[in-house]
Structure formats: C-alpha cells, structure tokens
C-alpha cells in the first residue's frame, strides 16, 4: 500500500456525513444573499424564490 493511499483511509469520510437543515439553510442563505446584491431578487418575489432555491439544494444534497 502506498503512503498517498493511507493518508487517504485515516481521513474522516465527510461525505458520509447526512447534510443538516441548519446548513441547506445556509447555503440558501448565502445564494439568494447573492441574488440580492446582483438585482435578480427583489422583495415581491422573496418568498417564492427562497423556497424554491431551499426545495433544490434540498433535492441536491440529499439525493
């Protein structure tokens, strides 16, 4: 066995881990942060567009 393939196996495996609500909340906290600060938000739309953007990285993470 190699040194490179060792160092890889005492790694926690972080992909393993289950991916909380608390941080799909702040991932989408952070993209429609961005859509803010760009124009592509605006506050008659908010509600809408943060389910939407939470519903996906929701469906991305978890699948």
Same mark, same amino acid.
């Given at each position: 066995?190699? /040194?490179?393939?060792?160092? !890889?196996?005492?790694?926690?495996?972080?992909?393993?881990?289950?991916?909380?609500?608390? !941080? =799909?909340?702040?991932?989408?906290?952070?993209?429609?942060?961005?859509?803010?600060?760009?124009?592509?938000? !605006?506050?008659?739309?908010?509600?809408?567009?943060?389910?939407? =953007?939470?519903?996906?990285?929701?469906?991305?993470?978890? /699948?």
């Amino acid at each position: 066995m190699t /040194s490179s393939k060792k160092s !890889a196996d005492s790694e926690p495996d972080v992909y393993s881990k289950p991916v909380t609500d608390d !941080a =799909i909340l702040k991932v989408t906290k952070e993209i429609v942060v961005k859509f803010i600060e760009t124009g592509r938000l !605006a506050p008659s739309n908010f509600d809408e567009t943060f389910q939407n =953007i939470f519903n996906t990285v929701k469906k991305t993470v978890r /699948s």
